[in-house]
């Protein structure tokens, strides 16, 4: 067993099938997983069901294989199951025939949710396990690229046509040619060949931020005072001042919707405030062009705008989230622009006259406190859905090598101290070189082995620490476990 577990910790954290087999050799069960080292690990841990104890007990040796995606892994997982038929798996066990995206070989090709036996013409995508993402899938998929559904044409356009989700082969509307353009495109996004979309396109929006703001002017017959930044970031922070800059009479606003940095659009005080995030306006440097009029919450209008930036390989420019002068007062976080700019100033000019930039940033964030300083030593770093996730482990150079492990997706988001909770979101963890106090971040390679590192921690503005705020922002968002969000000030001893 204590093999069994040093190769449990030695999974990746990226998604994939596990398979569990017996001292025989004989497949238990087969599992996906996000993340296979967080969820293989689950198996061994308290509380588990009586089940699950006698499947633990009879595992000898686990195997795994990567995949590019959790939805790859996903029919990875039903593709092994069908064909091994696990003992312990019960779910996807049965002789049933699973669901398939089939295009259908005619001249104008229809799309559609289909459980196939035997042999077909059809090009068929998967199987999938679950049946009802499909749907949804395929009607995203449609208002992007329209596509025919009629078995027969009618004589007169059919309401998908008047909908724009159908491009009307049978009123003459489209060629042949231009209508299997759309089907090329569609079967590139089913086989994952996102990069392959774009590859003839040619950059025609030179200015698509400023097209996204005058689409959504026009959309709400309204002329916008000034823009606020969604957050602190390296790109999103000067957004505003572009934009107000190149737009008549406009003003770019000292704060933003967040305080600090953050993984996710759908992460902000407008959240809290119950501020919508629709009606928003997304423009492409291709020329794309969409208003999403509503979104059930702001999450999923998250996702349906990522969905976008995958298939134009991440160039899209999205103005969200319009709201009234005075609901504006009520999310915004105030002077955190000019902060960022002060701090940025303060450091680079210690390091150009040599002198200590370490005290000079002590001296902007006269909050922060320093929370854990040593050397990296492990740096795990995986590209998933749009995000760049994984951990760091640092540590400590005193007599009892304490180490600080932080977990990350895109921003610092949660800590552990001697695998004890530590700090953790809405509060900041900001992770700086000990010799020039520059800012590292896990996107590059600033995390080689051995480097020196301060890490400060700031309490997050009060918004945050609300029941709603804690919603919206708290720990138990990236990791279900965790028991309660501490603030900062909550913790006395940074000794470590």
Excluded at 184 to 191: F, Y
Aim: glycine residues 6%.
């Amino acid at each position: 067993m204590a093999k069994l577990k040093e190769k449990i910790k030695k999974l990746p954290l990226s998604p994939g099938v596990y398979i569990m087999k017996s001292k025989k050799g004989e497949i238990l069960y087969v599992g996906k997983a996000s993340s296979l080292r967080k969820r293989v690990t689950s198996y061994f841990g308290p509380g588990r069901s009586r089940k699950t104890e006698v499947l633990v007990d009879k595992i000898a040796d686990i195997d795994f294989i990567e995949c590019e995606s959790e939805a790859q892994a996903l029919i990875l997982e039903a593709s092994l199951i069908k064909e091994k038929m696990p003992k312990y798996n019960i779910a996807l066990r049965d002789d049933k025939s699973y669901p398939y995206i089939e295009i259908t070989k005619e001249k104008f090709p229809r799309l559609k949710v289909s459980r196939p036996k035997g042999k077909t013409k059809s090009m068929l995508f998967g199987p999938y396990p679950k049946a009802g993402l499909l749907k949804p899938a395929l009607k995203m998929i449609r208002r992007i690229f329209p596509y025919c559904s009629c078995k027969r044409f009618p004589k007169n356009a059919c309401l998908f046509y008047h909908l724009n989700l159908c491009p009307g082969p049978c009123i003459g509307a489209i060629s042949e040619a231009q209508y299997l353009e759309n089907i090329k495109a569609i079967s590139k996004i089913l086989r994952g060949e996102r990069k392959e979309l774009i590859e003839d396109l040619s950059i025609i929006q030179e200015k698509p931020m400023i097209k996204a703001v005058e689409q959504l002017e026009n959309f709400l017959e309204v002329k916008f005072k000034g823009f606020v930044a969604t957050e602190l970031g390296p790109y999103n922070s000067i957004v505003p001042l572009i934009v107000a800059s190149q737009m008549e009479n406009r003003i770019a606003i000292n704060g933003d919707c967040c305080g600090r940095s953050k993984p996710k659009i759908s992460i902000s005080t407008t959240a809290v405030k119950k501020i919508p995030i629709t009606p928003y306006s997304v423009v492409s440097q291709y020329g794309d062009k969409l208003i999403i009029k509503a979104a059930q919450n702001d999450s999923r209008g998250e996702v349906i705008a990522r969905t976008l930036s995958r298939i134009t390989d991440g160039s899209i420019s999205v103005a969200r989230c319009p709201m009234t002068i005075r609901r504006a007062k009520e999310a915004i976080i105030p002077q955190t622009f000019s902060k960022a700019i002060e701090l940025g100033r303060e450091v680079r000019e210690a390091n150009e006259k040599n002198q200590d930039p370490i005290k000079a940033l002590e001296g902007v964030l006269t909050q922060a406190k320093l929370i854990f300083k040593g050397k990296i030593i492990d740096f795990i770093r995986v590209e998933e859905g749009g995000f760049t996730s994984g951990e760091i482990v640092i540590e400590s150079l005193k007599e009892q090598k304490n180490k600080l492990r932080i977990l990350y997706q895109n921003e610092y988001l949660l800590s552990w101290l001697d695998n004890q909770q530590f700090i953790s979101c809405p509060d900041s963890i900001i992770i700086v070189d000990s010799s020039t106090g520059l800012g590292l971040t896990p996107w590059e390679e600033d995390f080689q082995k051995e480097r020196m590192v301060n890490i400060y921690a700031l309490e997050a503005p009060d918004i945050w620490k609300t029941k709603e705020g804690l919603q919206v922002f708290g720990p138990h968002l990236f990791e279900k476990e965790w028991k309660e969000y501490k603030p900062l000030s909550s913790f006395i001893d940074f000794s470590a």
